[in-house]
């Protein structure tokens, strides 16, 4: 099996060398990543300069643009094949929600599902960071369960895993996405030249975090999987906006 990965915390984070490490025994890993954090860089495409490919002593591949860059490039130009898979991840951090909207490793992830290829996105939810491999164990489960058993169609999958032994995981369950409260207000400072900067605010609390909703599983210690779809258009609306039109 030939699975590609990527993530949006650059090609040195830890979470990316756990998912390598579990992936490993399933077939050849190639990996194409960031070359710094890109954190909240959504679906962005570099168009306005010229990309460089670097490769780690470790044999990473890195790009110095963006998680989307990274998975388009690779597919598009830098292989010689194309992957059965893309994972993205491991996340330093949840991806529920509405933070989907603004997520650089969900973003990794829908290109290679807009490329058509099967893609999953995988994030570690809590503070302290402890338990990669859990996360890394539940993508080679995943992982694994698809070459078994493919979709036969693209499929998008985006998985939470909650940071602690995969022992005390209290299951996997199929989730929709949750909403949350808006945003907290920016933080304001001053730079050394007396200007007023600002910070962008932490995302606000979960709103909806009901049975079903991808803050509900996490929140009793179960991995969330939530199949993600990338078509923006509001369907129930269009009858509604045609009336608008024909007033």
């Known amino acids: 099996m030939r699975i590609l990965l990527s993530n949006d ?92 909207l603004y997520s650089g490793t969900v973003a990794a992830a829908t290109e290679g599902y807009l490329l058509g290829i099967p893609s999953i996105a995988v994030s570690l939810v809590g503070k302290e960071f402890k338990h990669f491999a859990s996360a890394g164990r539940v993508a080679h ?40 409260h808006k945003a907290q207000p920016v933080v304001t400072g001053k730079n050394p030249r007396g200007e007023t900067v600002y910070w962008v605010g932490p995302a606000g609390a979960a709103r909806e975090a009901g049975p079903g909703t991808d803050f509900n599983a996490l929140e009793r210690g179960a991995v969330s999987i939530t199949p993600l779809q990338v078509d923006l258009t509001h369907a129930n609306q269009i009858p509604l906006v045609t009336g608008w039109m024909s007033r």
């Open 9 to 100: 915390d650059g090609y040195f984070a830890p979470g990316l060398a756990a998912l390598a490490e579990g992936l490993a025994p399933l077939g050849q890993i190639t990996v194409v990543a960031p070359e710094r954090d890109r954190s909240g860089a959504s679906n962005s495409l570099t168009l306005d300069r010229p990309l460089l490919l670097s490769k780690a002593a470790n044999g990473f591949m890195y790009v110095n643009g963006t998680p989307t860059d990274c998975v388009h490039m690779a597919v598009t130009g830098i292989l010689d094949f194309e992957p059965d898979v893309i994972v993205s991840g491991i996340n330093t951090g949840s991806n529920m929600g509405d933070d989907t």
């Open 141 to 180: 489960d995943l992982v694994k369960r698809l070459a078994h058993a493919p979709f036969g169609a693209p499929v998008l999958l985006n998985v939470n895993v909650p940071d602690i032994p995969y022992e005390s995981i209290t299951g996997i369950e199929v989730t929709r996405l949750g909403r949350r």
